[in-house]
């Protein structure tokens, strides 16, 4: 027995030093780091700004000289917002691209599916989208988990959606509206869950197919039911269906909903009928710091326009690769394990754009954003604003994650 | 009372397109007794091509109903064409050598190159398309409805009417309708069936491409949007029958008219299935659909 021991320890000692020569011969070789995200389809508008976001910040990284002496180089991957896709890409990257990490995930269920391969893996990976509340603790049994978060979770949006219609606009009996897929069911049961905090039971919880066209039985159901509010969980072209439908049947409430309502798809498609929809946003575009301001003109200067498709995807896919670049400078070293307790223990309080990241995770915690961090937007005249600026205000601008 | 008149209405409205679509699948089946299962596909081909057309005359100053009205031709011109290579690669060679599925392979696999061909030139995402007529909904007594159902309406019926007076009064229809009750015979009255049948198919896809125009401004426009259309006007054939024209308007109205129903008295998570279950029944009663008439296979 000792014997294996002895000699299992200078065979890993011959690995260890091979590897080490192999590393310092690679020196001015790029870490690779994957990015996974939707960049054509339905969800594509937050695919195409979370890449966008991700890629500015790794070329302000390389301009400033990299990380460990050594560019970043981005291996982006379409996963068409399918989960067989996103599983194949996952494989790709961790077995034939050798990443060292991965940014992205925009869907749920294709985060749910693909994260798995990194965790046997022990590939870290930063998903700065999707928003499923199970996605950072796949795994309770398993010791240490390589899933981390820069996006707020099902739970605090669906909390902030019922406080605001309930506490905030006194609105008592609200509708539930959710898509049939992961995300919209997920979504409605942390909704109503969040509801019945506050003593609330929705008065109707209707159901829709992606790619439904008429969506008048639903609305009509919601309307004779009585709601006085609209909670939905959905993405945007069935979210600018239901706005519609409102509008047809000559029917006005509030809609609030999940971060979605954010998206250009249903800006676009519901036009004037979509203003006035409320929902979580962890980032408005709006230069309310500096650092806000720079990264909204960077972000223009880059790639055109006056709107970002999504601000949200955009901001947290910027601030995931300055996290997961802090994380590596500090571990010294490319490899998984390192980099997960280095990102458990961060030393470097990074000034992001959605918030200052001070030991944004621990070896419990793998979320960076704390419910006190979004605020609700509002859709006004094509474009999302403050629903309530005084949330922004003075010293609020700036929200952090409370130490605990 | 007001809700049930809002959710026919709104029913109505959807199950005329289905109709349109069904109607397509119709006229290749009463000439070549085959269909056309890139159905879908033609009516988002239709679509696309509607979408860059308009946005193109929008671009040069005109109003959107002008550019809907001088987009029209150019849609129905694109069906003809698109219907008639269907026929040529899909469907011709399979006749020629009597398959019994060839053209079932034949035409799903185009639908599905159609639906790529569209995903390399589009993109993948759902576009808005620009609509003709005021998107401000009337009130009917205590009915709301947009102009652009009333338009589908009246569209959708105007055309079958058309191409139904088109094939009884004039002479190139009345071979539509010689070879649709016995290819054999017209063939031998010196009629070129082959050309009929090609002909029934550029405008079967051309009342799917003008489908298309129709629905894009209540929904949105993408590769993706023909497939469940297609799918539940294939339901509407069935259940109308293939071989009643009137049929499928009827059919189509079922299909839309139940869907709604269905949503709102019973749970909008079981608004397919009515329609699924009314498909079954109506093949094991009454096979050739509800107007359909039974036709005896003679071997």
Redesign the interface.
């Known amino acids: 027995m000792a014997n294996k021991i002895f000699l299992a320890s200078i065979l890993t000692s011959t690995a260890l030093v091979g590897m080490t020569l192999v590393a310092s011969a690679q020196s001015n070789n790029p870490i690779k780091v994957g990015l996974s995200g939707p960049f054509t389809g339905g969800s594509s508008s937050m695919g195409v700004s979370m890449r966008d976001g991700v890629k500015l910040a790794v070329d302000e990284i390389n301009k400033a000289g990299g990380v460990l002496g050594r560019p970043i180089q981005l291996i982006e991957r379409d996963d068409e917002a399918k989960n067989e896709v996103g599983v194949q890409i996952a494989q790709e990257l961790i077995n034939k691209e050798k990443v060292v990490a991965t940014l992205g995930f925009i869907n749920t269920g294709v985060a749910q599916a693909a994260q798995r391969f990194y965790q046997e893996s022990e590939i870290p990976v930063l998903n700065n989208v999707a928003t499923g509340s199970i996605l950072t603790n796949q795994w309770p049994d398993q010791k240490v988990n390589y899933v981390f978060r820069t996006s707020a979770n099902d739970i605090i949006q669906s909390a902030m959606i019922s406080n605001e219609a309930v506490t905030r606009l006194g609105l008592k009996k609200p509708a539930i509206l959710a898509d049939s897929t992961n995300y919209g069911q997920l979504g409605r049961e942390d909704l109503t869950l969040a509801l019945s905090k506050l003593n609330v039971k929705p008065v109707a919880a209707e159901k829709f197919n992606i790619g439904d066209t008429d969506m008048t039985a639903q609305v009509l159901k919601a309307k004779e039911a009585g709601a006085d509010v609209i909670l939905t969980y959905a993405i945007g072209p069935e979210l600018a269906q239901i706005a519609n439908a409102m509008a047809k049947l000559g029917w006005k409430v509030p809609m609030v909903g999940s971060w979605t309502l954010s998206m250009a798809s249903y800006i676009d498609t519901a036009g004037p009928n979509g203003d006035g929809a409320i929902m979580p946003q962890t980032f408005i575009e709006a230069p309310t710091t500096p650092k806000r301001k720079a990264f909204i003109e960077a972000y223009h200067k880059a790639y055109g326009g006056d709107r970002m498709p999504s601000p949200v995807s955009a901001a947290q896919g910027y601030d995931s690769a300055y996290i997961l670049a802090a994380a590596i400078t500090q571990a010294k070293s490319t490899e998984g394990p390192k980099i997960r307790q280095a990102l458990e223990n961060l030393e470097a309080k990074i000034e992001g754009v959605v918030t200052t990241y001070d030991k944004p995770y621990s070896a419990k915690d793998h979320e960076a954003i704390s419910p006190n961090i979004p605020i609700m937007g509002l859709v006004k005249g094509g474009r999302v604003v403050p629903a309530h600026p005084e949330d922004l205000a003075g010293d609020k601008a700036v929200r952090v994650k409370p130490k605990g | 009372m007001d809700?049930l008149a809002?959710?026919i209405v709104?029913g109505i409205s959807?199950g005329m397109v289905y109709g349109v679509i069904a109607f397509g699948y119709q006229l290749t089946f009463a000439t070549s007794k085959t269909l056309n299962f890139g159905q879908g596909e033609a009516l988002m081909l239709g679509a696309l091509v509607g979408l860059t057309t308009i946005n193109f005359l929008i671009a040069t100053g005109m109003s959107t109903l002008v550019a809907f009205a001088l987009m029209l031709p150019i849609v129905l011109i694109f069906g003809l064409a698109q219907g008639a290579v269907v026929e040529f690669l899909g469907v011709r060679q399979a006749m020629r050598t009597k398959s019994e599925a060839g053209w079932i392979m034949a035409t799903i696999a185009l639908g599905i190159i159609f639906k790529n061909l569209a995903?390399n030139i589009w993109?993948?995402?759902?576009l808005?398309f620009p609509s003709p007529l005021p998107?401000q909904?009337l009130?009917l007594g205590a009915v709301?409805?947009?102009p652009m159902e009333i338009a589908i309406l009246l569209g959708a019926l105007g055309l079958m009417v058309a191409v139904e007076i088109f094939n009884r009064k004039s002479i190139y229809g009345k071979a539509v309708v010689a070879t649709a009750l016995d290819r054999d015979a017209a063939g031998l009255m010196g009629i070129d069936t082959r050309l009929v049948i090609t002909f029934s198919y550029a405008l079967s896809s051309m009342s799917a491409a003008f489908a298309g125009v129709l629905?894009a401004p209540?929904?949105?426009t993408g590769p993706?949007?023909g497939g469940?259309l297609g799918l539940k006007a294939f339901a509407v054939a069935i259940i109308g029958g293939l071989s009643s024209g009137y049929g499928v308007v009827v059919g189509g109205m079922i299909l839309g008219i139940t869907?709604?129903?269905?949503?709102?008295y019973i749970?909008?998570?079981y608004?397919?299935v009515p329609g699924l279950l009314l498909l079954l029944l109506v093949l094991s009663i009454k096979p050739a659909g509800l107007f359909g008439s039974t036709a005896i296979k003679k071997v």
């Open positions: 809700i809002q959710l709104s959807v995903e993109g993948r995402d759902a808005r998107e909904a009130s709301r409805i947009q629905v209540i929904t949105l993706a949007m469940a869907e709604n129903l269905t949503g709102y749970s909008t998570g608004k397919d």
